[in-house]
């Protein structure tokens, strides 16, 4: 016998039982709880693959140092050209705008597009409080708001590669959204 004539059989052999209505709400209840276990799965999935941190021990150990750093912090007055120019190569390299302003204080690529999931920047510097120190304050500007979503969670992780770019000079572009 074939499985599908056992599983016929056996089929006809619970309607006779149980009858054909609650045979079929115990079949789509099972198989809405399987659909149900699926999608839950998959969702899980999904979020692992996206949001999973699939790093060497040596990017690992480059977003500590990344995340440590702020996005507003002080430097040297003496450095500042150093890190400004490596500030405009950053977002020149790795925006996905446009530049639409650079000066020795403003950084600032284009607006997103209403329905745009583009990445942008707005650094900027100006006199710190401590005499011969200056203030970097480093934005991502994007559409996507909603905390904890993807583009939101690169666009903070660029912001603080950006940040330490600039202060330190590393970078590691294989961690970069663009």
Known sequence: MTGAVVWT????????????????????????????????????????????????????????????????????????????????????????????RADENDIQTAEVAPDGLDIGYHVYNYAAAQPGMVRIVVHTITNDKVYGSNIAYRARRDAHILAYYICYGVVEPTLILK
């Open 9 to 100: 059989k056996a089929r006809a052999s619970l309607i006779e039982r149980i009858g054909f209505r609650r045979l079929h709400a115990m079949i789509s209840a099972q198989s809405y709880r399987r659909i149900g276990v699926t999608l839950a799965l998959a969702v899980a999935l999904a979020g692992c693959s996206i949001f999973g941190t699939h790093h060497t021990a040596q990017q690992q150990a480059y977003l500590d140092k990344v995340y440590a750093l702020d996005l507003q912090y002080e430097i040297p007055q003496a450095n500042l050209p150093g890190a400004w120019e490596r500030a405009k190569d950053f977002v020149s390299k790795y925006s996905t705008l446009p530049i639409v």
